[in-house]
């Protein structure tokens, strides 16, 4: 069982910049690909960015693709996103997900391909 923790969340006006956190409780997390998705109240739950377990890969929607970086310290057990220009349609819940394996450049944006999810965090941009 792979046990995810996510910070960083807050109310930010819009250009403005956040950093996600995301913490995973096990010890082999440098095999785990690793995504963001987020959920907006009345709208399904959609993808953001995936990152490989080797971290050479990486995804994004074309909403966020050049204003939101994933990254990952499999030292720290921890997956990044950083925010930036933020506008008030990125307000949502972010969540981080994990599976287990595939190949070194395995990054799918596919939510139904991840075995494990955090609780999420509340982002809130400002007009």
């Known amino acids: 069982q792979v046990h995810l923790v996510e910070s960083g969340g807050g109310l930010v006006q819009a250009g403005g910049s956040l950093r996600l956190s995301c913490v995973a409780s096990?010890?082999?997390?440098?095999?785990?690909?690793m995504g963001w998705f987020r959920q907006a109240p009345g709208k399904e739950r959609e993808f953001v960015a995936a990152?490989?377990?080797?971290?050479?890969?990486?995804g994004y929607a074309d909403s966020v693709k050049g204003r939101f970086t994933i990254s990952r310290d499999n030292a720290k057990n921890t997956v990044y996103l950083l925010m930036n220009n933020l506008k008030p349609e990125d307000t949502a819940v972010y969540y981080c997900?994990?599976?287990?394996?595939?190949?070194?450049?395995?990054?799918?944006?596919?939510?139904?391909?991840?075995?494990?999810w955090g609780q999420g965090t509340q982002v809130t941009v400002s007009s």
């Open positions: 997900a994990a599976v287990y394996g595939g190949s070194y450049d395995y990054a799918s944006p596919n939510e139904y391909e991840y075995d494990y």
């Open positions: 096990v010890q082999t997390f440098n095999r785990y690909a």
């Open positions: 990152i490989s377990w080797s971290g050479g890969t990486t």
